[in-house]
């Protein structure tokens, strides 16, 4: 944190010698800022995506910077949707005063505060996105629900840390709304259109506390008597999409269960799993330190046994990064304000492919899967993982370091380019890892114990700690000696062709491929989930839409040395016109015949025929027995006792 701070001053002089203007002074993280800030977020206007916000900040005369917060923790990109702000008018003493846009940085504001003003008052209105937009953010209201991350609409002062600034927040919201989020305490549940007033918190904690509220609303204890609460708090667009059963209740009480007795400690006073039902909002999940912000994208999650199966592992990944990403945090992510100093991803193997692989086996030990959904699972992520040709020229380390850029590339030639596979390789690195833990240790220890010596620290402590390379392999090492800086370079500076599957292989299981698909497959693309999508990429090579759109193309695969482009539409396979069924068809007759499979394609209003030398059937990924090896998988998915 020091050298970033310093890099950051040392850039600042540069820029300023050479006759450039910049407003990324570092951040002073000692001296709080002189006064509370007041933030008034009017949500009445929610339902058509307008919120009204009124802010009061102390200030001195003179010259004032305001800041827009740009790196959101947890998005691990400058992404602060500065560009659905608009309206901004500031006044002191009733007054408007003029202001300017920083020229270099676009998220900084210039105000000349005038003599004799104490206050300064900012009213302004976001804008949230009515589509989904790569740059501007994701759809998160519709007419019965919100969901308001605060640093959408909250301006902060230059030059202090966001620990260092206190906020007076509240909220109106549409009558007869209900609300929650972790942010305590609070006055009023805002049914009959007043104000909600909560307790004053810093910037960096509200940041931290979403709020989400709507006309249909549940809570469920998922933590009864604890003396740190866990709550799932449900905003719907309908009062049928609440009804979450009782199996479905104790899944998520097992869940928390199974993180308390992996990590062996907590990092909250209470948690509250924020959870948005809705066919109309962009699916999603922000982690947060004493709350998660998941937004299922789909209404029924609850109602549709396919939808539970494939949506849990949501929930129970951001729930392990108030461990994992919010408690523990690697150093370059760590950030003294939303602002000045860039937030670096070389360890996002780590905070997010270490998360995403808990999240899988927790869903495993909790009962949201069986034991042989988590291996369906697994397959799924390996096949996925071992057609990556671009790990030949794209290592899983310069993919990480690349993370705020990854977000936000077009997903055509996904598989060639990259994109943040640092959660699904992470997977398949972390169970290499595991398995390797076992076997040096004749099953005695495995990473469960890595959990409770990292995170396990500090029980109750909501006090950030940072760690390096370094600090992984040296609590690898405290585990279990081996030389797991060698172990792991290899894996994250691999440009093998094919994916790391050793933790498949000592886990006692290898990759197939059939001709059936699992039932995992059958429910990642049935009709709740993914309706409009066909993986074919492990066969003829790309992924279609049901009308025929190529999403698509596996780099170098079979419908790739054809000609096919993603974005394509095919029209007719074989001379038939296209449906999934007719591609099947297709792809089944071949594997009898030398004949290609024939696809009329459509691409800027002009037509061709494409011929696909495929013959190797339907393939569908399963994991299959070794005789002979420990089943580690099987140990990995049991649930851990108290």
Not at 303 to 322: K, M, R, V, W
Not at 577 to 589: G, K, W
Request: proline fraction near 6%; include cysteine.
């Amino acid at each position: 944190m020091q050298h970033s701070v310093l890099a950051t001053a040392l850039a600042a002089g540069i820029l300023a010698a050479i006759g450039w203007s910049t407003t990324c002074a570092a951040a002073d993280i000692t001296t709080p800022y002189p006064g509370t800030l007041k933030l008034e977020v009017d949500l009445t206007q929610a339902p058509r995506k307008i919120f009204t916000v009124h802010e009061t900040i102390p200030v001195n005369p003179g010259p004032l910077t305001l800041y827009y917060p740009k790196w959101i923790p947890g998005d691990h990109a400058p992404d602060g949707p500065i560009t659905n702000v608009a309206g901004i008018a500031f006044t002191a003493n009733g007054k408007k005063l003029p202001w300017q846009r920083d020229r270099i940085d676009m998220y900084a504001l210039h105000v000349q505060v005038p003599a004799g003003v104490t206050t300064l008052d900012a009213n302004f209105d976001f804008l949230s996105p009515r589509k989904n937009y790569i740059l501007t953010g994701d759809v998160t209201t519709t007419r019965n629900l919100v969901d308001l991350e605060w640093n959408q609409v909250v301006f902060y002062p230059a030059g202090y840390a966001s620990k260092s600034i206190t906020i007076d927040p509240s909220v109106v919201l549409p009558r007869g709304w209900q609300f929650a989020t972790a942010l305590e305490p609070h006055t009023g549940m805002g049914n009959n259109g007043a104000a909600i007033r909560f307790a004053p918190v810093t910037l960096n904690t509200l940041v931290d506390s979403p709020i989400i509220a709507g006309r249909h609303f549940r809570q469920v204890d998922l933590a009864p008597g604890a003396k740190a609460p866990v709550y799932l708090d449900v905003v719907a667009d309908a009062p049928d999409d609440l009804a979450i059963t009782p199996a479905q209740i104790t899944d998520f009480r097992n869940l928390v269960v199974q993180e308390t007795r992996m990590f062996a400690s907590h990092h909250y006073d209470s948690y509250h799993a924020l959870l948005v039902l809705s066919d109309h909002v962009t699916p999603d999940g922000l982690e947060h330190h004493q709350s998660s912000d998941d937004k299922m994208g789909f209404a029924d999650y609850f109602t549709d046994p396919q939808a539970f199966l494939t949506g849990s592992p949501l929930i129970s990944h951001e729930y392990t990064h108030s461990w994992n990403g919010k408690f523990r945090r690697p150093h370059d992510l760590w950030t003294p304000d939303f602002n000045t100093v860039p937030m670096q991803g070389d360890l996002l193997w780590v905070y997010e492919g270490l998360t995403e692989y808990l999240a899988v086996v927790m869903d495993a030990r909790s009962g949201f899967w069986t034991p042989e959904q988590f291996r369906e699972s697994l397959a799924m992520t390996a096949a996925a993982m071992d057609h990556v040709p671009g790990r030949t020229w794209d290592s899983l380390q310069n993919v990480a370091n690349t993370a705020q850029l990854e977000y936000y590339v077009p997903s055509e030639w996904d598989n060639w380019r990259r994109g943040t596979d640092f959660y699904p390789e992470g997977v398949l690195l972390w169970l290499d890892v595991d398995t390797k833990l076992r076997e040096l240790s004749h099953d005695k220890r495995s990473l469960n114990d890595f959990a409770r010596l990292f995170y396990g620290m500090d029980n109750g402590s909501h006090v950030t700690k940072t760690y390096t390379f370094e600090a992984v392999v040296a609590a690898l090492n405290a585990v279990q000696p081996y030389d797991w800086a060698t172990f792991l370079r290899a894996i994250l500076d691999s440009n093998a062709t094919h994916a790391d599957l050793a933790g498949l292989s000592r886990g006692g299981w290898k990759l197939v491929y059939t001709d059936t698909p699992s039932d995992m497959w059958k429910a990642a693309y049935s009709a709740a989930v993914q309706s409009h999508v066909t993986n074919a990429m492990y066969s003829v090579g790309f992924t279609v839409s049901t009308d025929g759109r190529v999403a698509d193309v596996l780099w170098n695969g079979p419908a790739f040395k054809a000609g096919l482009d993603p974005d394509m539409e095919i029209t007719a396979v074989d001379d038939k016109e296209f449906s999934p069924e007719a591609l099947e068809h297709a792809i089944r007759r071949a594997q009898h015949s030398s004949v290609p499979i024939k696809l009329l394609v459509k691409s800027n209003g002009h037509y061709q025929t494409l011929e696909v030398d495929y013959h190797g059937g339907l393939r569908y990924p399963h994991l299959e027995r070794v005789n002979g090896t420990s089943d580690y998988i099987d140990q990995i998915a049991r649930p851990l006792k108290g």
